[in-house]
C-alpha cells in the first residue's frame, strides 16, 4: 500500500500555541520544537521538517544536538599483485625500491602477428639471376624451424618434410612460398628448391635448402650459399636481353690480330698453329666480379710496342702480351669489339647455373661456384677461366 504523507506542515506551526508555548528559550519550547523535529522526519515530509528547523533557527538560544558527519570509509589497502620475482617475472608486476613507493613495471607490447603469406606452387615464368634480397627471411625460417643459424645442420626428416616445414614458417612470416613442382612426397620431393616471394605478381627468389637423399638425413643449407636463379611469375614478359651493348665508335690501325698466320707464325711453332687464335682472354676476382681482359699473347712484343705499351711496368722487361688498346683509349672498347665479337656468358653442363654480367660491363660477371666463365661470340674457342 502506498504510504501518504500527512499534511502535518499547518499542524506543526500550530502546535506551539495549542500547547501554551512560552517565549524563545524557554525549555518547554525546545523539547515542544524537537519533538517537532522528530514528528516531521518520521512523516518524511520534506517541507515540514524545513519549517520545524526554520522555527528551530528563529527560536534562538534552544539548542538542538545536530548529529556529526560520518567520515568517508577508509579505503582498503591497495594490493601490489603481483610482485616482481626476478628472473622469471620481471614485467607486468610490482616492484617496490629500498625507501620508495611501490612501482608498477608494465609488460612490453606484444609484436604484431604478420599477416600470413600465401603459396607460389606452381609454374613459373623466365629465368632470371639469383637473388637474395629475402635471404634473410629464409634464414630466419630455417632457425625457427629446425634452431639452426649457421654451421652444419642435419636432421632426419625427409626432403619433401623439410621444404615444406621451411615454406609453411615462411607463409607465417608473411610472405609467399612454394615450389614449381611442390611433388607428393616422401620420395617425390618435387623440385629440390623452394622459391619465396612478397607476393604472386613479384619476382620469385630460389634456394636449395636441402642437401641430401629424398629420406633424409638432410643437411640445411642457409642463404646466400643455398640461392639459386630467380623466376619471374607465369605469364609475366621475359626480361629484356641483359648482354650489355657494345662500345660504339671504330679501332684503327693497328689492328689488334685474331689468328696466327703463316707470315706471323714465331720461329719453331708447328703448322697447326696457324688459324689458331693468337690472343686469349685473362680473367681475375676483383671484389665481388670477375674482371676480364682480352688480351693478344702470346709473342706479341710487336704489336704491343705499336699501341705505346712495349715495356713492363719496371720500365726494363719487355711487354710481350698485352690488351688490344691501354687503358682510357677511346679504341680501347671499338677493338675489343673488332677482336672478340662481343663476349658472352656461359655455364658449366648440367650445373644449371645462371650467370650474369655485372654493372652492364661485357667483361665483367658474377661468380657461381666456380660454373660460369666469359667466352667470345666471334670465336667460341676463346673462353676466361672458371669462376
Known amino acids: 500500500m502506498m504510504r501518504r504523507h500527512l499534511p502535518l506542515l499547518p499542524i506543526l506551526l500550530a502546535l506551539p500555541f495549542l500547547f ?25 515530509n520534506v517541507e515540514a521538517i524545513t519549517a520545524v528547523q526554520d522555527r528551530i533557527i528563529a527560536a534562538g538560544g534552544c539548542p538542538v544536538p545536530v548529529e556529526p558527519p560520518h567520515p568517508p570509509p577508509t579505503p582498503p589497502p591497495e594490493k601490489h599483485e603481483p610482485v616482481c620475482a626476478p628472473p622469471d617475472l620481471v614485467t607486468g608486476c610490482w616492484h617496490q625500491p629500498p625507501g620508495e613507493e611501490w612501482q608498477f613495471i608494465p609488460a612490453p607490447a606484444p609484436e604484431p602477428t604478420p599477416t600470413p603469406g600465401c603459396s607460389i606452387d606452381g609454374p613459373v615464368g623466365a629465368l632470371l639471376p639469383k637473388m637474395t634480397i629475402l635471404g634473410e627471411e629464409v634464414n630466419k625460417a630455417i632457425l625457427a624451424a629446425y634452431g639452426c643459424d649457421g654451421g652444419r645442420c642435419v636432421v632426419n626428416d625427409s626432403r619433401f618434410a623439410v621444404q615444406r616445414k621451411i615454406i609453411e614458417q615462411l607463409k607465417k612470416q608473411g610472405l609467399c612460398a612454394g615450389q614449381h613442382d611442390p611433388g607428393t612426397g616422401p620420395d617425390d620431393y618435387g623440385t629440390d628448391e ?64 685474331k689468328v696466327w698466320t703463316t707470315a706471323t707464325l714465331p720461329d719453331g711453332w708447328g703448322e697447326n698453329e696457324i688459324g689458331k687464335p693468337r690472343w686469349l682472354i685473362e680473367c681475375v676476382p ?10 693478344v699473347a702470346p709473342q706479341a712484343c710487336g704489336y704491343c710496342a705499336s699501341i705505346d705499351m712495349a715495356l713492363m711496368p719496371d720500365g726494363v722487361q719487355p711487354r710481350c702480351g698485352c690488351p688490344v688498346r691501354k687503358e682510357g683509349s677511346p679504341e680501347r672498347g671499338p677493338c675489343e669489339i673488332y677482336l672478340t665479337g662481343g663476349m658472352r656468358l656461359e655455364a658449366e653442363e648440367g650445373s644449371g647455373a645462371m650467370c650474369s654480367f655485372a654493372h652492364g660491363n661485357q667483361f665483367q660477371f658474377e661468380p657461381n661456384g666456380g660454373n660460369c666463365r666469359l667466352c667470345s661470340i666471334a670465336d667460341p674457342r676463346v673462353c676466361g677461366g672458371w669462376f
Open 286 to 295: 676483383h671484389g665481388n666480379v670477375i674482371d676480364c681482359t682480352a688480351k
Open 20 to 44: 501554551g508555548a512560552k517565549g524563545c528559550g524557554d525549555p518547554a519550547d525546545c523539547a515542544l520544537l524537537r519533538a517537532q523535529l522528530e514528528l516531521a522526519k518520521a512523516s518524511g
Open 194 to 257: 623452394i622459391a619465396v616471394s612478397r607476393s604472386t605478381s613479384d619476382v620469385r627468389e630460389g634456394y636449395h635448402i636441402a642437401e641430401g637423399p629424398a629420406r633424409g638425413p638432410i643437411t640445411l643449407l642457409l642463404s646466400p650459399q643455398a640461392a639459386r636463379p630467380a623466376y619471374l611469375p607465369a605469364g609475366a614478359p621475359p626480361p629484356e636481353d641483359p648482354t650489355p651493348p657494345p662500345p660504339s665508335g671504330s679501332c684503327g690501325n693497328p689492328l689488334p690480330p
